[in-house]
């Protein structure tokens, strides 16, 4: 069983972890009115990576450590700012399944293996708020590190004394800006090092893993291709982020994940000038599936909200009959079905290696001649290539009698709509102000014509649901009701959309992204 917490904390060098004579007196910082030392702890923890050092590479660790009122195997996962989420598993021989899963979009299933052992004394200042609460932590480490690998090229062993800060989980994050400003008026720097295990790894001779951001040796700085792939490798990061996200079921997590997919498929086949189509096309259609497999949960959890929002706001003179049961058993059958649809897909060795060729993808980029271009003309043009290929769906849906014909041209344009705004997000670094207000306009014509297709898919559910309601002899008033509903928003869709059209289509728009 796991459990999880965030850590936030800021790490500085110590001119010495025994003699303290250094520190500066805290009391006099605002929001701490005394100090509580405790300790000594002696910790021992062996850190667990990939041979080629996957984890550190994407600012993660993973940690088996003895010692301290917190052992037991620790799986740090980055935030923003100076925040990581601790994921923390009981002690064990092996490393727990579960931190291994959680691990896997970075791991890409090679094996985790010791790379090093760090042994810290620790002693510990508890830093306590007027209320008599801890609001942070200040630890002292005499810090003793060993590399576990072959491959060192140093010295196989190392030492520093290191000072961190750890503010309390309630504590006002502003504390650590006081704190530190302190500590720099005190002649206090902050680490040269993000963590531990880095530092270990530099000054043993173990190596480090190439950064994420760094560019690709063919890409031509200031080019079209360095812009295209600094926006896919973030959206490749953030895919690998929201991995752990999701297998947890946290809020939002697929829905972001699935849009993730989304901003990739489009931006690759955007800018087939740039990346070579022969290479991404086949990675365009592993996104579409990891994508479908995850709207199935996605998509379920959307309707099911809505439907249930919209019973619970009627009078209970128009819910007739066990509407609310039999949409939770209903739910309850289609929810554990997307699901395990979404595990087992993240469980794939089709993932893994979807995984696996978009990190090549970053690294080797399959650059085209135009790839060494100026950004500003590929992303004019990809940009309104796109729009384009938009205004042409919009007017033919608009040219068809309502119907289901005119549904699905509604929905094709509403997919054209998504890939238009994701065209003007790599482009708004380069092209500026008029990217970014196209994007806007587009974003409210995608916005009215995914309504429009929600209430398609659910009407077609809300017929089931009252086919099924009819069978067992229950009233299916409430189902009709609903039903109709549905289709106003349709039709009010369908209305508002030559409107919102015009706006996102003025004249001028060309001229804007030129200039």
């Known amino acids: 069983m796991t459990h999880s917490k965030r850590e ?4 500085y060098e110590a001119p010495s972890a025994d003699d303290t004579a250094w520190l500066p007196d805290f009391t006099s910082v605002d929001g701490i009115a005394s100090v509580v030392g405790e300790g000594p702890d002696e910790l021992d923890a062996v850190y667990y990576d990939t041979d080629d050092l996957r984890l550190v590479g994407a600012s993660a660790t993973l940690r088996r450590r003895t010692g301290g009122a917190d052992a037991g195997w620790h799986l740090k996962l980055p935030m923003p700012g100076d925040s990581r989420e601790e994921v923390q598993a009981p002690l064990s021989d092996t490393v727990p399944v579960t931190l291994r899963d959680l691990a896997l979009s970075r791991t890409r299933g090679a094996d985790l293996n010791p790379v090093v052992r760090i042994r810290s004394t620790r002693r510990t200042r508890h830093l306590v708020g007027p209320a008599g609460t801890v609001v942070a932590e200040l630890s002292l480490d005499r810090v003793r590190a060993e590399s576990l690998l072959a491959k ?6 190392t030492a520093w004394p290191e000072m961190e800060v750890e503010l309390a989980e309630e504590a006002d994050p502003s504390l650590l800006d006081v704190v530190d400003k302190a500590l720099r008026e005190n002649g206090i720097d902050r680490a040269r090092s993000p963590s531990k295990l880095a530092r270990a790894l530099e000054e043993t001779g173990t190596g480090a893993a ?5 560019r690709a040796e063919n890409v031509v700085p200031g080019s079209a291709a360095e812009e295209v792939l600094r926006y896919v490798d973030a959206q490749v990061r953030r895919l690998v982020d929201l991995d752990p996200a999701v297998r947890r079921g946290l809020p939002d997590s697929v829905h972001r994940m699935r849009v993730t997919c989304r901003r990739l498929r489009s931006t690759l086949r955007t800018h087939r000038a740039v990346l070579a189509r022969g290479v991404t096309d086949p990675v365009r259609e592993e996104l579409k599936w990891l994508g479908g497999e995850l709207g199935a949960e996605r998509d379920h959890e959307v309707l099911m909200g809505h439907l249930d929002a919209r019973i619970r706001a009627w009078p209970s003179e128009l819910v007739l009959g066990p509407v609310g049961a039999r949409l939770q058993v209903w739910n309850v059958c289609r929810s554990s079905e997307a699901r395990q649809r979404t595990l087992d897909a993240l469980h794939s060795p089709r993932y893994l290696a979807l995984l696996n060729t978009l990190t090549t993808l970053t690294k080797e980029p399959p650059l085209r001649r135009k790839a060494a271009g100026e950004p500003e003309q590929v992303q004019v043009r990809a940009v309104l290539k796109e729009f384009d290929r938009l205004a042409g769906r919009v007017v033919h849906a608009l040219e068809l009698p309502p119907g289901t014909e005119r549904d699905t041209a509604l929905h094709q344009a509403r997919k054209a709509a998504k890939k238009t705004r994701y065209a003007t997000e790599p482009a708004r670094a380069t092209l500026g102000e008029p990217a970014k207000r196209l994007g806007k306009r587009v974003k409210v014509v995608q916005k009215v014509l995914g309504e429009h297709q929600d209430s398609v898919v659910a009407r077609y559910v809300l017929r089931d649901l009252a086919l099924a309601a009819h069978a067992a002899g229950e009233s299916a008033f409430t189902w009709g009701l609903l039903f109709g509903e549905e289709k106003a928003v349709a039709e ?9 059209w015009a706006d996102a289509s003025k004249p001028g ?4 992204l030129v200039d």
Not at 8 to 11: G, M, S, V
Not at 152 to 157: D, E, F, M, N, Y
Not at 210 to 214: L, S
Not at 493 to 499: A, F, G, R, V
């Open 509 to 512: 728009l060309r001229e804007a």
């Open 152 to 157: 060192s090229t140093r010295a196989a062993h």
């Open 492 to 500: 009010r869709c369908e209305w508002e959309l030559p409107t919102v």
């Open 210 to 214: 190439r950064p994420a951001q760094e």
């Open 8 to 11: 936030t904390e800021r790490k």
